[in-house]
Structure formats: structure tokens, C-alpha cells
């Protein structure tokens, strides 16, 4: 994929906590959310190990050309029980070999950004090298972020992760996971939301010094989120622009600096497999030319 910053490359660890799963998934929280089920087993360091070499063989050709990379593992990297430090000692070193990227986004949720855990990544990273936090507020709302969608992510804790973050300068950012069209809102008040979402984060990266991108998500239903919300439709993608254009705008107020970048990844949990082809095959390349000019004009 490619994204403002180049080549993207996205890659997926096994989670090492117990049953492989995310603990806040084994908790029934998150009801937007079925990535945290995991792969069905329970990771160890040494099945990391060997998938990071698969990764080196698959992707042979790739690694020298890649400028952003992402990593995953159905929950927080940055918590030691489902991401060994072994393992992402391992995984940022290697990032530290690739030459040509300049960022690694890593996802974990608000209470595992701590200096410790900043120190051990920044630490091992080139110095022209940033990492950067993928944090899932979803919605500035605490009525959908923590009711609707059950993520017990408080304000004080995501206020708290831009201010450990902060300590970093320009070694470390954030990236903003937002969900457009979350259970129960539709039309212009979800535009309004992605809106107010931005402008929220935009506001604590402001406050704090700290960089800012956005991960723009289009609503869809997992087994979970049905059971919550059967009759909640999945995302509006004539709205989903709308919301981009208003979030742009958003943006451009605060001097324009952010970027927004249009996942379409479900990892097979989307339960609208049908739909999902026929909105790939319509708005794909359209989504992934604004990725990569953050023109909104593209989107009209």
C-alpha cells in the first residue's frame, strides 16, 4: 500500500498472553471490534521469531522499498504480557535495518504508553527513525467510545498517553484510530462525530507538542458488534466522504500538518463479505489516491 509518507507495509504478530487473545477482547470489551479474538493460540516468543523470518523470506523484494511500517498483534505490542520485549526488541531491530523507513506505527491501547516502553523502542531505532503509537479512540464521545462501543478508555488515560508521549519530541507521534458511523449514529451526526473526533485529538496534540495522523475506519459489523447492534447499518461511503472533506477542513485550521489515512483492513471479520467486494471494487482506487495526495477534491 502506499500512504503520504510512501510505501506501507502492514504486519501481523501472534499475541503471547493467555488463549492468544487480547486481554480486553477475553474481557467482552470492545464490541466494534473481533481482531482481538487473535489466531487461536497462544504465541511464544520463538513463533514470533519464526514468523518475522517468514516475513523476511515472503517479502524478500519489499523491505528495502517500505518507508512506513505498521505492526500488529490483535492487541497492545507495547504490553509486555501479549508482546514479549524479547519480541519487539526483536521486531524494532530489525525495523532499524531497513534503511529506507523512516516510521514504524505501533498499536497498543492507553495505559501500556508508558516511558518505559517509549524508551526501550526509541532507544533501539535510528535517530532518523520516529515510532509512532496507534491509540483506538474511535469517537471523542464518551457515550459511544466507552457506551456504545464498550472501550473503558477514559479521557485521563488518552490525555495521558500524549503527555508520556510528549516527552519524545520528534522521535514519537501518534497515530488516532477513528471509527466513522459507530453504533446508533447515521447521516450528518455521524459526520459531525469524525469531526468532533479530529478535532478533539488535534486539540491534546496541540496542548502537548505532539504529531498527529489519523486511521479513518468505515464502520462494519463483526459477529460481535451484530449481536450488539443488528440493526445498525454498515458505513455510508457517500457520508464517509463527507466526513473526510469536513475532516480535512478540521485539519487545515490547525495548520494542516496531519494526515489521514483510509484503512479498508477486516481480516475477514467484516460479515458483509459480499457488500465489502462491491464497495472495494467501486471506491479502492479512489481511497488509495487520497492516501496518498490527502486531496479531498478526489473524493467529489
Not at 148 to 163: C, S
Request: charged share 30%; aromatic share 10%.
Amino acid at each position: 500500500m502506499r500512504d503520504i509518507y510512501g510505501n506501507r507495509l502492514a504486519l501481523v504478530f501472534g499475541n503471547e498472553s493467555k488463549g492468544g487473545e487480547c486481554p480486553f477482547f477475553t474481557a467482552k470489551q470492545c464490541y466494534h471490534c473481533d481482531i482481538g479474538t487473535g489466531e487461536g493460540t497462544q504465541f511464544t516468543p520463538d513463533m514470533n521469531e519464526q514468523r518475522l523470518k517468514f516475513f523476511k523470506r515472503y517479502y524478500s523484494a519489499v523491505p528495502p522499498t517500505i518507508d512506513h511500517l505498521v505492526i500488529y498483534n490483535s492487541g497492545s505490542t507495547l504490553n509486555e504480557r501479549e508482546m514479549s520485549r524479547g519480541t519487539l526488541g526483536m521486531i524494532v531491530d530489525y525495523v532499524a535495518s531497513l534503511q529506507k523507513c523512516g516510521i514504524v506505527s505501533l498499536d497498543s491501547r492507553e495505559m501500556f504508553v508508558t516511558a518505559d516502553a517509549l524508551e526501550y523502542v526509541v532507544n533501539k531505532l535510528r535517530t532518523d527513525q520516529q515510532m509512532r503509537v496507534i491509540l483506538g479512540i474511535e469517537s471523542q464521545s464518551d457515550g459511544i467510545r466507552m457506551g456504545k462501543l464498550n472501550k473503558k478508555m477514559t479521557r485521563k488515560g488518552i490525555e495521558g498517553a500524549f503527555k508520556v508521549v510528549s516527552n519524545y519530541t520528534e522521535r514519537a507521534g501518534m497515530d488516532i484510530n477513528v471509527v466513522f458511523q459507530p453504533p446508533e449514529l447515521v447521516g450528518e451526526e455521524a459526520i459531525r462525530e469524525a469531526v468532533e473526533t479530529v478535532r478533539y485529538s488535534l486539540d491534546l496534540a496541540e496542548k502537548y507538542s505532539v504529531s498527529v495522523d489519523f486511521n479513518y475506519h468505515p464502520f462494519y459489523q463483526t459477529k460481535r458488534s451484530r449481536a450488539m447492534y443488528p440493526g445498525h447499518p454498515r458505513a455510508n461511503l457517500e457520508d464517509a466522504k463527507k466526513a473526510l472533506v469536513e475532516m480535512t477542513k478540521e485539519i487545515e485550521t490547525k495548520g494542516g500538518k496531519s494526515k489521514i489515512f483510509i484503512g479498508w483492513q477486516d481480516e475477514q471479520h467484516d460479515q458483509e463479505q459480499h457488500k465489502r467486494e462491491a464497495e472495494l471494487a467501486r471506491e479502492l482506487e479512489l481511497f488509495d489516491q487520497f492516501n496518498v495526495k490527502q486531496d479531498p477534491s478526489i473524493l467529489k
